[in-house]
C-alpha cells in the first residue's frame, strides 16, 4: 500500500518544538513503514521524518504566518494542497490519501476526486458549523476519541468510520522511555498556555495546597517568558491583545511567584519528558472538551498520574482509581490531586503500553484504509 499522508505547511515533522498534528503523524507514520506501507509525506520542504517521498510546496515552515491577517495568509494551505492535487494529478500508484489539513484539505481533495481519502478530525467539531453540517459525502473520517464524534454534526458522524486514540512514542515498550526518573515534589501542568487547558485552575489549586507546579508550554508561540515580556510590555505589539497572551497576563501570571507556581516556557526533548517524568502528578483542568488529550497519555506513558475534570476525551483514556483521578469540580480535583500516592505508576505504564503505543494506533489505521480502500 502507498499512502500520501498531507500533514499541511504549518511546522515540520516532527516539530522542533509544539506542534500536535505533526507529532500524530510523526508517530504514526514508522509505525506504517515498519508494517510494509509506503509513505509519500505532504509537509514543508525542511521536514526531517524519514518517509519513501517528500513533497511540498513550501520549504520551510509557515506556522509564524498565522499571526498576520487573514487576507495575507489564506492562500498558504491552499498553495499546499495545489502541490497535493499536482502530485496526485502525475501519478496512479497512490491507493490512499490520509489528510490532516483542518476544512481546505477535505474540501479540495473532494472537489479533485483522486484517490480515496480518510480525513482526520484533531479539533473541536463546533467550529466550522456551516462547513461540518454539510460535509463532503465522499470522504470518510475519522475521530481522536469517541466523546469527539459523540458530539459531531450529523453529517460528520455518517462519515465517520470510528475514532482512532492518539498515541506517543513514549508508550513503545522497546524504544521507549527506560529510565525512571526520581519522583519530585512538582506537579506539572504540560501544553500551551490558554484558557481551554485551564492553567490558572491548577495554579490557584496549587497554591491553596501549597505544592509545587511547573507550567511548561508556550503562550502563542512564545516559548520563553522573556520572548513575551516584549509583547507584554509593548501595547502595540501585534500580539499583545492576543486571547493566550491576555489569558497568561490576565489570569495566569497572579499565581506565578518563581518558587511554589513557575511558568518555564516551552520545553522539549528529554528535557521534556524528564520534567514530566519526574512529576508526582500530572493536571488536566481542562475548561471545554478536550478531542484527543496527547499529554494526557504522555503522562500514563511516563508513569505520572494523570488528574483531571471528567470532560472531554479524558473518561476514555483515564481509568479512575486504577490510572488516575477524574473530577467533576475543582474542590474535587483538588481533593484528589492529594491521592496521586494511591496511583500505581507501573499500571499507567503498562496502560499506556496496551492501548496507547504506535503499533496500537498504526493498526487501527490499517484497518481504516482497509475500510476506506473496500469503500465501507
Not at 526533548?269 to 519526574?278: Q, T
Not at 498520574?305 to 479512575?320: S, Y
Amino acid at each position: 500500500m502507498k499512502v500520501l499522508v498531507n500533514a499541511g505547511p504549518w511546522l515540520t515533522v516532527p516539530p522542533a518544538g509544539y506542534g500536535g498534528i505533526e507529532n500524530v503523524v510523526a508517530t504514526l507514520v514508522p509505525a506504517l513503514r515498519s508494517r510494509g506501507v509506503q509513505v509519500v509525506l505532504a509537509s514543508v520542504g525542511s521536514s526531517t521524518l524519514e518517509v519513501d517521498e517528500l513533497i511540498s510546496a513550501y520549504d520551510d515552515e509557515q506556522f509564524s504566518e498565522l499571526q498576520k491577517p487573514y487576507n495575507q495568509v489564506m492562500g498558504i494551505t491552499h498553495a499546499h494542497l495545489a502541490r497535493v492535487v499536482d502530485e496526485l494529478r502525475g501519478r496512479d500508484d497512490i491507493d490512499l490519501v490520509h489528510d490532516h489539513v483542518e476544512v481546505v484539505g477535505p474540501t479540495v481533495l473532494s472537489a479533485f476526486g483522486g484517490p480515496p481519502v480518510l480525513h482526520t478530525l484533531h479539533w473541536d467539531l463546533h467550529k466550522h458549523p456551516a462547513f461540518y453540517g454539510a460535509f463532503p459525502p465522499s470522504i470518510a473520517v475519522n475521530g481522536v476519541s469517541e466523546s469527539q464524534i459523540a458530539r459531531a454534526p450529523e453529517a460528520l458522524r455518517a462519515a465517520s468510520l470510528g475514532a482512532v486514540h492518539l498515541a506517543t512514542p513514549l508508550a513503545d515498550p522497546l524504544t521507549g522511555w527506560d529510565t525512571r526518573a526520581d519522583q519530585g515534589e512538582h506537579l506539572v501542568v504540560m501544553g500551551r498556555i490558554c484558557g481551554l487547558k485551564g492553567q490558572h485552575v491548577a495554579a490557584r489549586i496549587c497554591q491553596k495546597l501549597g505544592l509545587p507546579l511547573v507550567l511548561a508550554g508556550p503562550v502563542s508561540g512564545r516559548n520563553t517568558p522573556a520572548e513575551l515580556d516584549v509583547v507584554a510590555q509593548n501595547p502595540y505589539h501585534p500580539l499583545h491583545s492576543h486571547p493566550d497572551v491576555r489569558y497568561h497576563l490576565d489570569q495566569v501570571s497572579r499565581y506565578l511567584d518563581g518558587d511554589l507556581v513557575r511558568w518555564v516556557g516551552a520545553v522539549g526533548g528529554p528535557e521534556r519528558d524528564y520534567l514530566y517524568a519526574s512529576a508526582r502528578a500530572a493536571l488536566f483542568p481542562i475548561q471545554w472538551d478536550e478531542p484527543g488529550g496527547t499529554a494526557v497519555v504522555e503522562a500514563l506513558a511516563l508513569g505520572v498520574p494523570p488528574v483531571g475534570l471528567r470532560r472531554g476525551c479524558l473518561p476514555e483514556i483515564i481509568d479512575h482509581g486504577r490510572t488516575g483521578f477524574l473530577a467533576d469540580t475543582e474542590a474535587e480535583l483538588a481533593e484528589w490531586v492529594l491521592r496521586v500516592g494511591d496511583i500505581d505508576p507501573e499500571e499507567c505504564r503498562q496502560e499506556a503500553f496496551r492501548r496507547f503505543s504506535p503499533s496500537v494506533m498504526a493498526d487501527r489505521y490499517l484497518d481504516l484504509y482497509e475500510k476506506v480502500l473496500s469503500g465501507r
